[in-house]
C-alpha cells in the first residue's frame, strides 16, 4: 500500500470502473483506477418494476437491484423507486437505454448525468482538487480531498503546456479552398513546448508527424493548447498518421482513440448556435483556443474554476455553453440532497388563470431613456440582480407556489413563496454569489500591478457568466430544475426591487434619467462625485434587501434616439465617460461584431478626443476635433487606402446556404464557400469584403490579397457609425453629409441664413459655435419675436 | 341578441363566426383544427366566445401564444366586463411533449354540468416535432397521449389545433397522420380565416 | 423563456393597426397630428408593460395625453415667458422709442 498526493487530472470510465488521473507536486502523471457503481432510478407500478428487474437478471445484467426512497422536488416528498446501480459503469448509458426502450411508459431518474461528474460527487472530490491518495499497486484504496472549491487563493497542479498553431494569418483553415493562386497556401505546423519553438513545414507531412510524435513522447505534455486544433490541426495529424502508418500518442492512455464528437447546430433562445466538432483526449487535456466558449473573456483560470465548481472535467467545461455549468452545480446541489433528477422534463405548469397570465409573462422593466446629452449622472447597478433574488427571496421550484407553509405573497402575482427551507436553486447559488463578492473585495485591495489581480478577475468573470445563466435556466424547456412559475416570481421581484429603488432615489430629489431590468441612471444638482452617493447605496440596500453598486458617475452621457423614431431614445444604445476617464459603450457599432474593425477603430479614436470633455459643454467644444479627425478617416477610405483586413464585415449564418431566400451579401457570400466545396453550419461566422460589380461581396478565404473595395457601402456604414456618436448634440444625417462630404452648410442646415457677424469663409466648427441641441432656441431667434411681436401689437393698436 | 350575433360573425375568424360551428363542437368529440400555421388565433377566438357565454375553458398551449390581450379585447366587445371571462378560462403551457402527455394524461374528465366545460389544445404538436426528442419516442409518447385525449371526448368537447411540420423536417408527417386518424371531425385552414375552410370528413 | 402573449411594443402596434381605417379616411395634415400622438404614445411603454392592463388601448390614450398635457406646460410657461419679455419691453422703449404704447 502507498500514499501519493496529488491534483485530480482526468478522469473517465474506462473497462470494468473508472480510468483516474493525478499529477503530483513533481509534475508526473499517475494513471489509476477505481471501481464504481453509478445508479439511476425507475418509478412506476410494482409490476413494471418487477419486470424489469426480471428482464435485467435474465439476461445477467452486472447491476445491483433494490428498492428505496428519494424525493421528488416537484412533489416536495419521497419517492418509492427501484434503483439500478450498474457495476461497470461505462455500461450505463446503454443499459439504460435498453431499461427505458422495454418499459418506455416508467417515470426515469439520473438517467444521463455524466460518469465524471457522477464519480467524483460520490468520492467527494472535483477536478483539480488536491487529495491524499492510499493506493494498492494502481487501484485506489481510499481518496481524501484536502481542498475546497470555495478557496479563494489555490493551488494548481504543475502542468506542462505544449501549444500547436499554423503559421500565417489567422484564419479558420478548414475552410478548404483557397482557390485564389496568389494567396498564401496554408500555414506550417508551429509547435511550442518548454520554452522552444519548432517549425514543420507542411510540405514535407511525414517529417511533420514524426515530429509531432517526437515531440509528444520527449516533453510529455500535460495540456494541447491548439488554435484551430478541433476543426482542423487533431483531425489532420491523425489522418496523416494513419496515412504514413505512424502511431501518434496524442492521448497518454495509449489504448484509447482519441475521442471525437461531431459538428452540430442548435436552437436556442431565438438564435442558431454551432458547435464545432471536438477532438478530446485521455490523460491528457486538449482545448482550442478557437472554440473555447466565452474562454476570451475568462480563460484557462476560468475554465478550471468552473471544472472546480461545477464537477465537470476541463476539457468538458472548455467546449460547453456555461449553461451546462451552472446545471451541473444543481445537480450536484440535488445528489447531495437524496433529491432524483429528472431525465425527461414532464412537470407542466400549474394551471392559472387568463388574468393571472397577463400579469406574469413580463419581463424586467426596460425604460426608453431620456435623449441626448447629459452630464454628471450616476449609474447604479445591482449585483447579480436576478442570482441574487432567487437567494435573498428563496426562488426555487419547489419554493414557489409551495403549500407547506403560509408562504410570503410575491408582488403581482397571485402566489406565495415558502420562506422555512432553503430552496434548491438557492442553495446553489448562495455559496457561489458570495465566492464572487470576497473576490471583488480582495481585488479592490490588490494594488494595481499584482499578478493576482488577473487570475482573480478571470475567475470572477467565470461566476459572472454561471450566474447569468442561472437564470435563463430557471425557465428554460429542458432545464431539468427549471419551472416557469420560478422564473415569473423572479421577473415579479426583480421589476418590484427596481420600482422601489426608483421611488427611493426620486423621494431624495434626484431625476430618473433612464431605467433598464437591474440598473438606474440618475441626476441630482451638486451631486457629481463617489462620495455623494454612499448613503444612497445603504438605504436602497436597506429597503430592498439586495446589493446595489455605483458603477461609476458620467462626467457626460448620450442616450441615443431610435433611427425610426427620433424623438424617442433606444433603451440600450448609449455612450459616456467616467470620472476617471474610462468610457461605458453599449449598442453602437464598435459594439458590434459585424462591425468591420477601421469603422471600429474610428468610433474608437472619435470617443478618445470627446472623453477628454469634463461636461456636458466641453463634449460640444470638442465636437470639431472629433469631426476633423473622422474627416481625415474617411478620407482615408474613399481614396482606397484601407487594408481590406481592416474592412471585413463579419457575419453569423442564421441558416444553411441552400435556405437563404433573398440574396443578401452574406447569401451571397454562403454561396460562393458552398461552391468551392465549404461546408457551413447554421451559426458559423463569415467574414467578407463588399466589392464594386455584381459579385458585391467576396468571402475572407477568397481575397487574393489588397483588391478594390466598394467605397461607397464603406461610406454609408462610416456615415452611419459617425451619425451615431453625434446625434445626442443635434447633428442629423445631412449636416453630417455637408460637413463631411460637402463644402458647405458651415452655420447649419441648409435653408438657415447665417448671423450677422459670422465669418461665412470659416467653417463654423473652427469658430466654436455649432448646432443648436433638440428643444432649445438661440438667444437670436428670441429677439426677432420679440421685435415681430412689438410691430404686430402696434399694427393693431 | 341577434344584432350581436351579427356583429360576431362580421370579422371573426372561423368556428367562432359560426354559431351552427359552435353548437357543433360542443358536442363530446376530438375536433381538430389543422393547417401550414397552427389556427391558434381561431382557437382563442373560439374559446373567448364560449367562456363569454359561461362555459368554463381548459387550454392546453403547447405553442406558447395564448395572446391573452386578443382574449381580453374579443371579450370587451363580447360583453361589459371582460375579467370575469378571462378567469373562467384556465391555461397551463407546456414546453416539452413529456409536460404535454404529463397534462392530458392527468386532465380530469368533462363533468356533464351545465354549461358544459370544453378543452382546447392549443398547437399540439409543436413540441412533437422538436428535433431532441428521437422520433420513436415522440411517436409512442403521442399515441398515448391521443389515447387520453380520446377517453376525455368521450365524456365532453376536446378541440385540437395544430400545423404541419416545416418542410424541411420530413421525417415527422407522421405524427400528424396519428392525430388525423384519432380525431372524430378535422377542418383545414388555408390561411388565418380567410378562405372558407374545406371539411375533410374523418369519422371512425 | 415563457414570452407567451406578445411584446407590449406588437400590441400597441396591433392596436395602432386597427387604426388603420380612421388614419386613411383622414386629411393628410390630420394624419400627421394622430402620428404625432401614436409616436407620443411609445414613450411609457415600460409603464404600459408593468402596468398589465386588460386593455392596453386605455393605457395608449392615457400616455397620449400624459405628452400632450407636457407640452401644454411647456408652451404655457413659454407663453408667460414671452409676455414678461414683451412687457418689460413696451416699458422701457429702446431704439423704437418715438412709438409710444
Given at each position: 500500500m502507498t500514499s501519493l498526493f496529488g491534483w485530480l487530472f482526468d478522469l473517465y470510465p474506462d473497462r470494468e470502473g473508472m480510468a483516474v488521473w493525478f499529477i503530483d507536486r513533481q509534475g508526473r502523471a499517475h494513471h489509476l483506477r477505481d471501481s464504481f457503481t453509478p445508479v439511476f432510478y425507475v418509478r412506476g407500478p410494482r409490476q413494471d418494476l418487477h419486470d424489469v428487474c426480471q428482464m435485467l437478471r435474465a439476461q445477467h445484467a452486472l447491476v445491483s437491484l433494490r428498492r428505496t426512497e428519494r424525493l421528488d422536488l416537484f412533489l416536495d416528498r419521497p419517492l418509492e423507486v427501484l434503483e439500478v446501480g450498474v457495476r461497470i459503469p461505462a455500461l450505463l448509458p446503454r443499459l439504460f437505454r435498453q431499461v427505458a426502450d422495454f418499459r418506455p411508459h416508467l417515470t426515469y431518474y439520473n438517467a444521463d448525468i455524466p460518469l465524471a461528474q457522477r464519480y467524483v460527487l460520490a468520492r467527494q472530490t472535483f477536478p483539480l482538487a488536491y487529495c491524499a491518495l492510499e493506493l494498492q499497486g494502481d487501484r485506489i484504496l481510499q481518496l481524501e480531498t484536502l481542498d475546497s472549491p470555495w478557496e479563494l487563493d489555490y493551488e494548481l497542479p504543475p502542468l506542462r503546456l505544449l501549444t500547436l498553431r499554423l503559421s500565417g494569418a489567422d484564419e479558420d483553415p478548414s475552410r478548404g479552398a483557397r482557390t485564389h493562386p496568389e494567396r498564401n497556401r496554408r500555414g506550417d505546423l508551429i509547435v511550442e513546448v518548454d520554452g522552444q519553438t519548432f517549425h514543420f513545414p507542411r510540405a514535407r507531412s511525414r517529417r511533420l508527424v514524426l515530429g509531432v510524435r517526437h515531440l509528444l513522447e520527449h516533453y510529455d505534455p500535460d495540456v494541447l493548447i491548439s488554435t484551430y486544433g478541433d476543426n482542423y490541426i487533431l483531425p489532420r495529424l491523425i489522418e496523416l498518421a494513419r496515412h504514413y502508418g505512424i502511431p501518434l500518442p496524442l492521448n497518454r492512455d495509449r489504448r484509447r482513440a482519441v475521442l471525437r464528437r461531431a459538428p452540430s447546430s442548435y436552437f436556442s433562445y431565438g438564435r442558431v448556435v454551432f458547435r464545432n466538432e471536438q477532438h478530446h483526449l485521455f490523460g491528457r487535456w486538449h482545448l482550442d483556443r478557437q472554440n473555447a466558449f466565452l474562454a476570451n473573456d475568462y480563460g484557462v483560470d476560468g475554465i478550471l474554476e468552473i471544472a472546480r465548481l461545477s464537477g465537470l472535467p476541463p476539457q468538458t467545461v472548455a467546449r460547453v455553453s456555461t449553461g451546462t455549468g451552472i446545471s451541473a452545480m444543481q445537480v450536484a446541489t440535488a445528489l447531495r440532497r437524496g433529491v432524483l433528477v429528472p431525465w425527461q422534463k414532464r412537470q407542466p405548469e400549474s394551471l392559472k388563470t387568463g388574468i393571472d397570465l397577463l400579469a406574469a409573462d413580463k419581463g424586467g422593466l426596460v425604460y426608453a431613456p431620456l435623449v441626448g446629452l447629459h452630464q454628471h449622472v450616476a449609474e447604479l447597478d445591482f449585483s447579480a440582480m436576478y442570482p441574487s433574488i432567487m437567494?435573498?427571496?428563496?426562488?426555487?421550484?419547489?419554493?414557489?407556489?409551495?403549500?407547506?407553509?403560509?408562504?410570503?405573497?410575491?408582488?403581482?402575482?397571485?402566489?406565495?413563496?415558502?420562506?422555512?427551507?432553503?430552496?434548491?436553486?438557492?442553495?446553489?447559488?448562495?455559496?457561489?454569489?458570495?465566492?464572487?463578492?470576497?473576490?471583488?473585495?480582495?481585488?479592490?485591495?490588490?494594488?494595481?500591478?499584482?499578478?493576482?489581480?488577473?487570475?482573480?478577475?478571470?475567475?470572477?468573470?467565470?461566476?459572472?457568466?454561471?450566474?447569468?445563466?442561472?437564470?435563463?435556466?430557471?425557465?428554460?424547456?429542458?432545464?431539468?430544475?427549471?419551472?416557469?412559475?420560478?422564473?415569473?416570481?423572479?421577473?415579479?421581484?426583480?421589476?418590484?426591487?427596481?420600482?422601489?429603488?426608483?421611488?427611493?432615489?426620486?423621494?431624495?430629489?434626484?431625476?430618473?434619467?433612464?431605467?433598464?431590468?437591474?440598473?438606474?441612471?440618475?441626476?441630482?444638482?451638486?451631486?457629481?462625485?463617489?462620495?455623494?452617493?454612499?448613503?444612497?447605496?445603504?438605504?436602497?440596500?436597506?429597503?430592498?434587501?439586495?446589493?446595489?453598486?455605483?458603477?461609476?458617475?458620467?462626467?457626460?452621457?448620450?442616450?441615443l434616439p431610435s433611427r425610426t423614431e427620433p424623438r424617442l431614445a433606444v433603451a440600450n444604445r448609449y455612450f459616456g465617460a467616467f470620472e476617471d476617464g474610462s468610457l461605458k459603450i453599449r449598442g453602437i457599432e464598435i459594439r458590434r461584431r459585424d462591425t468591420p474593425r477601421f469603422i471600429k477603430d474610428t468610433q474608437l479614436g472619435m470617443l478618445e478626443l470627446l472623453a477628454q470633455a469634463r461636461d456636458a459643454h466641453e463634449f460640444r467644444a470638442r465636437v470639431p476635433q472629433a469631426v476633423a479627425y473622422a474627416q481625415e478617416r474617411l478620407y482615408q477610405l474613399r481614396a482606397g487606402r484601407v487594408p481590406v483586413e481592416q474592412l471585413l464585415v463579419t457575419h453569423r449564418l442564421s441558416r444553411r446556404p441552400e435556405e437563404f431566400s433573398v440574396r443578401t451579401a452574406a447569401a451571397r457570400v454562403a454561396n460562393q464557400l458552398a461552391r468551392a466545396g465549404v461546408e457551413l453550419h447554421p451559426g458559423e461566422r463569415l467574414r467578407f469584403l463588399l466589392v464594386p460589380g455584381p459579385q458585391k461581396a467576396l468571402p475572407q478565404e477568397?481575397?487574393?490579397?489588397?483588391?478594390?473595395?466598394?467605397?461607397?457601402?464603406?461610406?454609408?456604414?462610416?456615415?452611419?457609425?459617425?451619425?451615431?456618436?453625434?446625434?445626442?448634440?443635434?447633428?442629423?444625417?445631412?449636416?453630417?453629409?455637408?460637413?463631411?462630404?460637402?463644402?458647405?452648410?458651415?452655420?447649419?442646415?441648409?435653408?438657415?441664413?447665417?448671423?450677422?457677424?459670422?465669418?461665412?469663409?470659416?467653417?463654423?466648427?473652427?469658430?466654436?459655435?455649432?448646432?443648436?441641441?433638440?428643444?432649445?432656441?438661440?438667444?437670436?431667434?428670441?429677439?426677432?419675436?420679440?421685435?415681430?411681436?412689438?410691430?404686430?401689437?402696434q399694427e393693431s393698436g | 341578441m341577434s344584432s350581436n350575433r351579427a356583429l360576431l360573425a362580421a370579422d371573426l375568424p372561423f368556428p367562432a363566426a359560426d354559431p351552427a360551428m359552435l353548437a357543433a363542437l360542443l358536442q363530446p368529440r376530438l375536433s381538430l383544427f389543422w393547417g401550414a400555421h397552427t389556427p391558434t388565433r381561431a382557437l382563442l377566438a373560439c374559446l373567448t366566445v364560449l367562456a363569454a357565454r359561461g362555459h368554463p375553458v381548459r387550454v392546453f398551449d403547447g405553442g406558447n401564444r395564448f395572446d391573452g390581450y386578443f382574449v381580453a379585447r374579443l371579450a370587451r366587445r363580447l360583453g361589459p366586463e371582460p375579467r370575469p371571462i378571462l378567469e373562467r378560462i384556465l391555461l397551463s403551457r407546456a414546453f416539452t411533449c413529456f409536460q404535454m402527455a404529463e397534462l392530458i394524461e392527468n386532465a380530469p374528465p368533462i363533468e356533464p354540468r351545465r354549461p358544459l366545460a370544453a378543452l382546447f389544445v392549443l398547437d399540439l404538436l409543436t413540441t412533437f416535432?422538436?428535433?431532441?426528442?428521437?422520433?420513436?419516442?415522440?411517436?409512442?409518447?403521442?399515441?398515448?397521449?391521443?389515447?387520453?385525449?380520446?377517453?376525455?371526448?368521450?365524456?365532453?368537447?376536446?378541440?385540437?389545433?395544430?400545423?404541419?411540420?416545416?418542410?424541411?423536417?420530413?421525417?415527422?408527417?407522421?405524427?400528424?397522420?396519428?392525430?388525423?386518424?384519432?380525431?372524430?371531425?378535422?377542418?383545414?385552414?388555408?390561411?388565418?380565416?380567410?378562405?372558407?375552410?374545406?371539411?375533410?370528413?374523418?369519422?371512425? | 423563456m415563457g414570452r407567451t402573449l406578445p411584446s407590449i411594443t406588437q400590441t400597441f402596434l396591433q392596436e395602432q393597426q386597427s387604426l388603420a381605417r380612421f388614419r386613411r379616411a383622414l386629411r393628410r395634415e390630420d394624419q400627421r397630428a394622430l402620428d404625432d400622438l401614436l409616436g407620443a404614445s411609445r414613450h411609457h411603454l415600460a409603464a404600459a408593460a408593468y402596468a398589465s392592463h386588460l386593455l392596453p388601448f386605455e393605457i395608449m390614450l392615457l400616455s397620449m395625453l400624459v405628452e400632450e398635457h407636457k407640452q401644454v406646460l411647456r408652451l404655457r410657461q413659454e407663453v408667460e415667458v414671452l409676455r414678461m419679455a414683451l412687457e418689460r419691453r413696451l416699458q422701457t422703449p429702446g431704439p423704437e422709442a418715438d412709438t409710444p404704447a
Amino acid at each position: 500500500m502507498t500514499s501519493l498526493f496529488g491534483w485530480l487530472f482526468d478522469l473517465y470510465p474506462d473497462r470494468e470502473g473508472m480510468a483516474v488521473w493525478f499529477i503530483d507536486r513533481q509534475g508526473r502523471a499517475h494513471h489509476l483506477r477505481d471501481s464504481f457503481t453509478p445508479v439511476f432510478y425507475v418509478r412506476g407500478p410494482r409490476q413494471d418494476l418487477h419486470d424489469v428487474c426480471q428482464m435485467l437478471r435474465a439476461q445477467h445484467a452486472l447491476v445491483s437491484l433494490r428498492r428505496t426512497e428519494r424525493l421528488d422536488l416537484f412533489l416536495d416528498r419521497p419517492l418509492e423507486v427501484l434503483e439500478v446501480g450498474v457495476r461497470i459503469p461505462a455500461l450505463l448509458p446503454r443499459l439504460f437505454r435498453q431499461v427505458a426502450d422495454f418499459r418506455p411508459h416508467l417515470t426515469y431518474y439520473n438517467a444521463d448525468i455524466p460518469l465524471a461528474q457522477r464519480y467524483v460527487l460520490a468520492r467527494q472530490t472535483f477536478p483539480l482538487a488536491y487529495c491524499a491518495l492510499e493506493l494498492q499497486g494502481d487501484r485506489i484504496l481510499q481518496l481524501e480531498t484536502l481542498d475546497s472549491p470555495w478557496e479563494l487563493d489555490y493551488e494548481l497542479p504543475p502542468l506542462r503546456l505544449l501549444t500547436l498553431r499554423l503559421s500565417g494569418a489567422d484564419e479558420d483553415p478548414s475552410r478548404g479552398a483557397r482557390t485564389h493562386p496568389e494567396r498564401n497556401r496554408r500555414g506550417d505546423l508551429i509547435v511550442e513546448v518548454d520554452g522552444q519553438t519548432f517549425h514543420f513545414p507542411r510540405a514535407r507531412s511525414r517529417r511533420l508527424v514524426l515530429g509531432v510524435r517526437h515531440l509528444l513522447e520527449h516533453y510529455d505534455p500535460d495540456v494541447l493548447i491548439s488554435t484551430y486544433g478541433d476543426n482542423y490541426i487533431l483531425p489532420r495529424l491523425i489522418e496523416l498518421a494513419r496515412h504514413y502508418g505512424i502511431p501518434l500518442p496524442l492521448n497518454r492512455d495509449r489504448r484509447r482513440a482519441v475521442l471525437r464528437r461531431a459538428p452540430s447546430s442548435y436552437f436556442s433562445y431565438g438564435r442558431v448556435v454551432f458547435r464545432n466538432e471536438q477532438h478530446h483526449l485521455f490523460g491528457r487535456w486538449h482545448l482550442d483556443r478557437q472554440n473555447a466558449f466565452l474562454a476570451n473573456d475568462y480563460g484557462v483560470d476560468g475554465i478550471l474554476e468552473i471544472a472546480r465548481l461545477s464537477g465537470l472535467p476541463p476539457q468538458t467545461v472548455a467546449r460547453v455553453s456555461t449553461g451546462t455549468g451552472i446545471s451541473a452545480m444543481q445537480v450536484a446541489t440535488a445528489l447531495r440532497r437524496g433529491v432524483l433528477v429528472p431525465w425527461q422534463k414532464r412537470q407542466p405548469e400549474s394551471l392559472k388563470t387568463g388574468i393571472d397570465l397577463l400579469a406574469a409573462d413580463k419581463g424586467g422593466l426596460v425604460y426608453a431613456p431620456l435623449v441626448g446629452l447629459h452630464q454628471h449622472v450616476a449609474e447604479l447597478d445591482f449585483s447579480a440582480m436576478y442570482p441574487s433574488i432567487m437567494v435573498h427571496f428563496n426562488i426555487s421550484p419547489e419554493t414557489v407556489g409551495a403549500d407547506c407553509c403560509q408562504g410570503e405573497p410575491i408582488p403581482e402575482l397571485r402566489t406565495t413563496v415558502c420562506r422555512h427551507r432553503q430552496g434548491l436553486v438557492p442553495e446553489t447559488l448562495a455559496p457561489l454569489l458570495e465566492k464572487r463578492r470576497r473576490y471583488k473585495e480582495r481585488m479592490r485591495a490588490l494594488p494595481e500591478g499584482d499578478p493576482r489581480r488577473e487570475r482573480y478577475r478571470r475567475r470572477y468573470s467565470a461566476h459572472k457568466w454561471l450566474l447569468v445563466t442561472c437564470f435563463g435556466y430557471l425557465g428554460y424547456k429542458n432545464a431539468r430544475f427549471g419551472r416557469i412559475e420560478a422564473h415569473e416570481a423572479v421577473n415579479a421581484y426583480g421589476r418590484e426591487v427596481l420600482l422601489r429603488t426608483k421611488e427611493l432615489v426620486e423621494a431624495r430629489g434626484f431625476r430618473v434619467l433612464h431605467l433598464y431590468v437591474d440598473g438606474l441612471w440618475i441626476h441630482k444638482p451638486g451631486a457629481r462625485h463617489q462620495p455623494d452617493y454612499d448613503a444612497l447605496l445603504e438605504e436602497i440596500h436597506a429597503e430592498t434587501g439586495l446589493h446595489i453598486a455605483l458603477e461609476g458617475v458620467y462626467r457626460w452621457l448620450a442616450f441615443l434616439p431610435s433611427r425610426t423614431e427620433p424623438r424617442l431614445a433606444v433603451a440600450n444604445r448609449y455612450f459616456g465617460a467616467f470620472e476617471d476617464g474610462s468610457l461605458k459603450i453599449r449598442g453602437i457599432e464598435i459594439r458590434r461584431r459585424d462591425t468591420p474593425r477601421f469603422i471600429k477603430d474610428t468610433q474608437l479614436g472619435m470617443l478618445e478626443l470627446l472623453a477628454q470633455a469634463r461636461d456636458a459643454h466641453e463634449f460640444r467644444a470638442r465636437v470639431p476635433q472629433a469631426v476633423a479627425y473622422a474627416q481625415e478617416r474617411l478620407y482615408q477610405l474613399r481614396a482606397g487606402r484601407v487594408p481590406v483586413e481592416q474592412l471585413l464585415v463579419t457575419h453569423r449564418l442564421s441558416r444553411r446556404p441552400e435556405e437563404f431566400s433573398v440574396r443578401t451579401a452574406a447569401a451571397r457570400v454562403a454561396n460562393q464557400l458552398a461552391r468551392a466545396g465549404v461546408e457551413l453550419h447554421p451559426g458559423e461566422r463569415l467574414r467578407f469584403l463588399l466589392v464594386p460589380g455584381p459579385q458585391k461581396a467576396l468571402p475572407q478565404e477568397h481575397l487574393p490579397g489588397q483588391i478594390p473595395y466598394d467605397r461607397q457601402a464603406y461610406t454609408e456604414l462610416m456615415l452611419r457609425a459617425i451619425e451615431s456618436l453625434l446625434a445626442p448634440v443635434g447633428v442629423d444625417r445631412g449636416t453630417l453629409e455637408l460637413w463631411l462630404l460637402g463644402n458647405a452648410g458651415y452655420w447649419g442646415p441648409p435653408g438657415a441664413l447665417p448671423p450677422p457677424g459670422c465669418d461665412a469663409g470659416t467653417p463654423l466648427l473652427a469658430q466654436g459655435g455649432l448646432p443648436i441641441p433638440l428643444g432649445a432656441r438661440p438667444p437670436q431667434a428670441q429677439e426677432r419675436i420679440l421685435a415681430a411681436a412689438i410691430e404686430l401689437l402696434q399694427e393693431s393698436g | 341578441m341577434s344584432s350581436n350575433r351579427a356583429l360576431l360573425a362580421a370579422d371573426l375568424p372561423f368556428p367562432a363566426a359560426d354559431p351552427a360551428m359552435l353548437a357543433a363542437l360542443l358536442q363530446p368529440r376530438l375536433s381538430l383544427f389543422w393547417g401550414a400555421h397552427t389556427p391558434t388565433r381561431a382557437l382563442l377566438a373560439c374559446l373567448t366566445v364560449l367562456a363569454a357565454r359561461g362555459h368554463p375553458v381548459r387550454v392546453f398551449d403547447g405553442g406558447n401564444r395564448f395572446d391573452g390581450y386578443f382574449v381580453a379585447r374579443l371579450a370587451r366587445r363580447l360583453g361589459p366586463e371582460p375579467r370575469p371571462i378571462l378567469e373562467r378560462i384556465l391555461l397551463s403551457r407546456a414546453f416539452t411533449c413529456f409536460q404535454m402527455a404529463e397534462l392530458i394524461e392527468n386532465a380530469p374528465p368533462i363533468e356533464p354540468r351545465r354549461p358544459l366545460a370544453a378543452l382546447f389544445v392549443l398547437d399540439l404538436l409543436t413540441t412533437f416535432y422538436d428535433e431532441s426528442v428521437p422520433l420513436r419516442d415522440a411517436e409512442r409518447l403521442l399515441s398515448t397521449t391521443l389515447a387520453h385525449l380520446k377517453r376525455l371526448a368521450a365524456s365532453g368537447p376536446v378541440i385540437v389545433g395544430a400545423r404541419e411540420p416545416r418542410v424541411l423536417v420530413k421525417e415527422r408527417w407522421p405524427l400528424l397522420d396519428q392525430l388525423q386518424v384519432a380525431a372524430d371531425a378535422a377542418w383545414l385552414l388555408r390561411a388565418p380565416a380567410e378562405t372558407p375552410p374545406e371539411q375533410l370528413s374523418l369519422f371512425g | 423563456m415563457g414570452r407567451t402573449l406578445p411584446s407590449i411594443t406588437q400590441t400597441f402596434l396591433q392596436e395602432q393597426q386597427s387604426l388603420a381605417r380612421f388614419r386613411r379616411a383622414l386629411r393628410r395634415e390630420d394624419q400627421r397630428a394622430l402620428d404625432d400622438l401614436l409616436g407620443a404614445s411609445r414613450h411609457h411603454l415600460a409603464a404600459a408593460a408593468y402596468a398589465s392592463h386588460l386593455l392596453p388601448f386605455e393605457i395608449m390614450l392615457l400616455s397620449m395625453l400624459v405628452e400632450e398635457h407636457k407640452q401644454v406646460l411647456r408652451l404655457r410657461q413659454e407663453v408667460e415667458v414671452l409676455r414678461m419679455a414683451l412687457e418689460r419691453r413696451l416699458q422701457t422703449p429702446g431704439p423704437e422709442a418715438d412709438t409710444p404704447a
